[in-house]
């Protein structure tokens, strides 16, 4: 089955879509921080692990590899549902090389935008492979084919990387993702509401609501 993972760092959709039983784990990254008003990483990383008790990504904002070797040190020590964000770059896989022989080393690797890289990442010994399915979209390029194309990759080669679907732009991308074969999907609250909602739904309950107020008038009840 494929996890569904909220790509946030407000606590209130956290807390939400916790509440609703789908919720598997949480993606954070610096822009997101920023956006939900916060500069302490631990401190808002871990109220988001005791939500959700699953995994929980938090990004490095370092460039080269030594940097991005001590900050995933210090992040993966936080809790053992962490998984530290690595950028699918040169000095990157150096750093996800090391931190993948580490016995907590768990590892997204982020900011894919083709089966090469995914493919590298998962050689670098990454746990996640997130490919960023909406900005390609966004240049008139097709992510979903890059998800096909990792799926494909990773069966051929029985590689231990999970295909995860990122930057969701709306629920169509949810079901292409989930018929693409992703482990995981990583949305906005906005998008997981939206996938809950329907027209039909709503008339339908609206129906039987009153159907059944009209039975219970006539029985007196």
Not at 82 to 95: D, H, R, S, W, Y
Not at 156 to 181: K, M, Q, W
Request: proline letters at 3%; aromatic letters at 8%.
């Amino acid at each position: 089955m494929a996890l569904l993972f909220l790509d946030t760092a407000r606590i209130q959709e956290v807390k939400e879509a916790a509440s609703w039983g789908v919720l598997d784990g949480v993606t954070t990254n610096p822009t997101l921080m920023m956006q939900a008003g916060t500069a302490d990483l631990k401190e808002n990383t871990l109220k988001i692990i005791d939500l959700v008790g699953g995994p929980v990504s938090a990004e490095v904002v370092s460039v080269d590899a030594a940097g991005m070797i001590r900050e995933a040190e210090e992040i993966l020590a936080w809790s053992e549902h962490v998984f530290v964000k690595i950028p699918c770059t040169v000095e990157g896989l150096k750093a996800m090389r090391k931190i993948s022989q580490w016995p907590n080393g768990r590892i997204n690797a982020t900011l894919i935008f083709s089966a090469n890289q995914a493919y590298l990442a998962a050689k670098a010994g990454a746990t996640y492979a997130s490919i960023f399915v909406g900005r390609m979209d966004d240049a008139g390029l097709d992510g979903m084919e890059v998800v096909r194309q990792t799926r494909e990759v990773f069966d051929n080669y029985g590689f231990d990387c999970y295909v995860l679907a990122a930057s969701i732009r709306h629920p169509a991308h949810v079901t292409e993702s989930l018929l693409a074969g992703a482990d995981i999907i990583t949305l906005p609250f906005g998008v997981l509401q939206k996938m809950i909602r329907s027209p039909f739904t709503d008339a339908g309950l609206e129906r039987f609501l009153a159907d059944w107020e009209e039975v219970t008038a006539k029985a007196g009840l």
